[in-house]
């Protein structure tokens, strides 16, 4: 009877291309590879988010609490169109990116958490959501909300986005839009990447999700905010 059940709580999915693999060198001359995973890649990537949820510091608390609900609800079939981008420097994990596709013409961008502060990985993760979302599902524009005075800054200000009037779905603050014309005006400036990824940094990337350990995730997040504001 349950499984019966089941298959009226599961919502439907919409046809989608892969997004192709792209490498972006860092300032610090490494390359991250940024790809599409599946469902099955969630179980890991919740265990890389887990540790955020404790940091209040940036709003790393409401955003980690709100990606892993995201992560979850996308792995038990419980949310509609979702897809995930992940960043990788030598496996490890140092990004990840969400959106869900509200209508075959508008799509609505989750979140962004990067793990490894300082290197505009976040900003670089957003960008290939948003490139995805463009050029390859064909939207005519992706609505965004910020929960930071960074997220603020990284998109609404530097993407110059349009406001637009009711409540993102995440609630909250007022929503914006990235329309095509605005992406492609941005893109020369705001999309990095090269593609096709050699083999060799493919095969790592593929070969293991790599999750940094609790204490060097908090590190990673805390002690690059430290840095900059020394």
Partial sequence: MDMDIEIYLRPPEMET???????????????MVVRQVDRDAVPILLNAVKPTLDIERDYYDIVGARVYAELLGWYRYRVRDEFCLIGQI??????????????PTVDVSLHTLAIERGLRIGAHL?????????????????????????????WMIEYGLEKRDGQHELGGATPYALTRALYFRNKDRLVAGERPVPPELMEVAEREIIVASEDDILEKILGAKRRVTQ
């Fill in 17 to 31: 291309p892969p997004y192709p693999p792209k490498v972006i060198t860092l300032a610090t001359g490494k390359p």
């Fill in 90 to 103: 030598d496996g490890l994990l140092v990004g990840i990116v969400n959106t869900r596709s509200y209508s």
């Fill in 126 to 154: 957003f960008a290939a959501k948003m490139e995805y979302s463009i050029e390859y599902l064909g939207r005519d524009e992706v609505l965004i909300t910020a929960e930071s005075p960074i997220g603020f800054r990284r």
